[in-house]
C-alpha cells in the first residue's frame, strides 16, 4: 500500500470518528454521523479500486458474525408485518438499512485498523485518534462553558426521537453537558473510550496529561454516572490484573482513577443551574419544570444536586441500594425478556427494536388522575444495552457468537505482558461496562478497541 494510499484510508476513519463526535447535527436534515459512517464504508470500494494486497486472519470470525447478523435482519425484514410507530422519523426500510450500515461501520473499523497498521505503528495510530477525541471534547467544553461566558453556543439541528428538536435550557435543571451529542450520557459514551489512550500516550510524551484535563472535564460534566464509574472499574480492574501478573502495582494506571475523582471534586464550581421559569411558562410541563424545590424522588433531588460529585457518586449509591433497576430502563427490558421464549435466531436489527416498542409502551404507562399516561408513545424505543440488542436482534446464536468474540479480545491482553494492552485493556472494559446500561449498537468505537487489541505485535512499538 503506498503512502497515498494510507493517508486516504486514514483520512476515511479519522473522518467518520469525528462525524460520530458530532451527533447532534445534520446536514439536509441527515445526521452527521449518518454520513460518517456512509464515508466509513467507502473503504471498501477504494480497497478494491486501489488492489491493496491485504488478508487479516484475526478478524474472520468477526466478519462471519456480522454477515450472520445481517442475513437474519434481511430475512426477517422480508415478513415483517408491524407497523412502524407512529413518530418515528425514518420508513421501516430506512431503519433497518441504518442498523445494517451501524453494524458493517463497526467492522469495518476493525478492519482499517489492521489495513493501517501496515504502515502506521500502533501507537502512531492511537495519536491520531486521541487527537480526534480531544477536539470533540474541546468542542463539548465550549459549549457549556458559553452559559457562563454568555456568548452562543451551537446550533443543534438534528431532530430527537420523536421529530422534534432536544432542549437544551430546562428551568431549574442542572446543566449537563449536551456538548456535540443530543444527550450528555451518549457524549460520555463517546469520549470514555478516549481517555485511556491519552494516559497510554502520557508515559512517553508528558503533553498528554494536560491534554487528558480536557476530555476527563468533558466527561465529568455530563454527570454521566455510567461513564464515569465504567473508566473508574475498568481502570481499578487493569490495575489489579496487572499486580497479579507482574508482582508490583504500576502507578501510572493509578493516574487516571485520581485525575477522575479529582476532575469530580473541583468541577463543582462549574455546575450551572437554569433559573426558575414564570409560572406563566410552566403549563403544559409539569409542576416541577418551574419550581426548583420540586422533585420525583430522592434519585431525582441527587441527580439535579449543584454538587457534580454528589451527583455522581451518592446516585451511584442510591442505585446500587436499589439494585440494577435503579438503571433507566433497565426494569421493563428484564420484564420483556421474561415474557419472551428463547429467541435461537433473532427478529432482526431494527425489527427487534419495533416490536420493543410498542410492548414498551405498555410496560413503561402509568395511571395519573384515572388516565392512563405513556412515557415514549409512538416512538422506536432502544434497547440501551448492547447484549440485549443482539439477542433480541441475531437470537442466542448472535450472543453467544459474539461473546465468544468479546471472550478473545479480553484472553489477548490479559496474557500480554506489554504495557500497552493495559490502556487498550481498560479502553474495552469501559466500553463493554457502558454498553451495558447506555448505548446498543456494535459502533465504530467498539471496532477501533477490538481492532488495535487484536493487532499482532509490532517491532517498532
Known amino acids: 500500500m503506498k503512502v497515498k494510499e494510507q493517508n486516504i484510508f486514514l483520512g476515511l476513519f479519522l473522518t467518520s470518528l469525528l462525524l460520530e463526535g458530532l451527533d447532534a447535527f445534520s ?25 491493496v494486497d491485504f488478508i487479516s486472519k484475526n478478524i474472520i470470525s468477526i466478519k462471519f458474525w456480522v454477515l ?37 461501520s463497526f467492522f469495518v473499523a476493525i478492519w482499517l485498523v489492521h489495513l493501517l497498521s501496515i504502515k502506521l505503528t500502533r501507537r502512531k495510530l492511537i495519536e491520531y485518534v486521541a487527537y480526534v477525541g480531544l477536539f470533540i471534547s474541546l468542542l463539548s467544553l465550549y459549549s457549556y462553558f458559553s452559559y457562563f461566558l454568555e456568548i452562543p453556543d451551537f446550533i443543534r439541528s ?5 421529530g422534534w428538536t432536544q432542549p437544551i435550557e430546562r428551568a431549574c435543571s442542572i446543566l449537563r453537558n449536551y456538548g456535540t451529542f443530543r444527550e450528555p450520557s451518549f457524549l460520555a459514551v463517546w469520549t470514555v473510550p478516549f481517555i485511556p489512550l491519552n494516559f497510554y ?12 484535563i480536557f ?10 454516572l455510567t461513564g464515569v464509574i465504567a473508566l473508574l472499574a475498568a481502570f481499578t480492574l487493569i490495575s489489579f490484573i496487572h499486580l497479579l501478573k507482574n508482582k508490583k502495582i504500576d502507578l501510572f494506571l493509578i493516574i487516571p482513577i485520581l485525575a477522575i475523582l479529582l476532575a469530580s ?94 410492548e414498551f409502551e405498555e410496560l413503561s404507562s402509568k395511571v395519573v388522575k384515572d388516565q392512563k399516561v405513556f412515557r415514549n408513545p409512538g416512538q422506536i424505543v432502544s434497547f440501551n444495552n448492547l447484549y440485549a440488542y443482539i439477542y433480541f436482534s441475531g437470537g442466542f446464536v448472535g450472543l453467544i457468537w459474539f461473546l465468544y468474540i468479546i471472550f478473545n479480545q479480553i484472553k489477548k491482553f490479559v496474557s500480554s505482558y506489554e504495557i500497552i494492552h493495559s490502556y487498550l485493556g481498560a479502553q474495552f ?30 517491532k517498532d512499538e
Request: net charge negative; aromatic share 14%.
Open 265 to 358: 471534586l473541583l468541577s463543582n464550581s462549574l455546575s450551572y443551574k437554569f433559573p426558575a421559569l414564570d409560572p406563566s411558562m410552566c403549563p403544559p410541563n409539569s409542576a416541577d419544570k418551574c419550581n426548583c424545590s420540586i422533585y420525583d424522588d430522592e434519585l431525582d433531588k441527587v441527580k439535579n444536586s449543584e454538587s457534580v460529585a454528589e451527583s455522581i457518586f451518592s446516585r451511584a449509591t442510591l442505585i446500587i441500594g436499589g439494585g440494577l433497576d435503579g438503571f433507566g430502563n433497565f426494569s421493563f427490558l428484564t420484564q420483556h425478556l421474561s415474557k419472551q421464549d428463547i429467541k435461537y435466531f433473532g427478529d432482526g436489527l431494527g425489527s427487534a427494536n419495533i416490536i420493543y416498542s410498542y
Open 68 to 104: 450472520y447478523m445481517c442475513s437474519v435482519a434481511i430475512l426477517r425484514g422480508v415478513s415483517f408485518d408491524l407497523e412502524i410507530p407512529q413518530y418515528a422519523t425514518t420508513s421501516y426500510v430506512q431503519y433497518v438499512s441504518l442498523r445494517l450500515l451501524k453494524i458493517l
Open 215 to 224: 476530555p476527563i472535564l468533558s466527561l465529568v460534566l455530563t454527570r454521566s
Open 27 to 51: 446536514i439536509f436534515e441527515i445526521p452527521l454521523s449518518w454520513v460518517g459512517l456512509v464515508i466509513l464504508l467507502t473503504a471498501i470500494p477504494l480497497y478494491y479500486y486501489f488492489e
Open 158 to 162: 438534528r431532530a430527537g426521537s420523536g
Open 201 to 212: 500516550l502520557a508515559r512517553e510524551a508528558f503533553k498528554w496529561y494536560y491534554l487528558s
Open 429 to 458: 472494559f469501559s466500553i463493554l461496562l457502558m454498553f451495558f446500561f447506555q448505548a446498543e449498537e456494535p459502533s465504530v468505537i467498539l471496532g477501533l478497541a477490538i481492532g488495535l487489541i487484536s493487532l499482532e505485535r509490532k
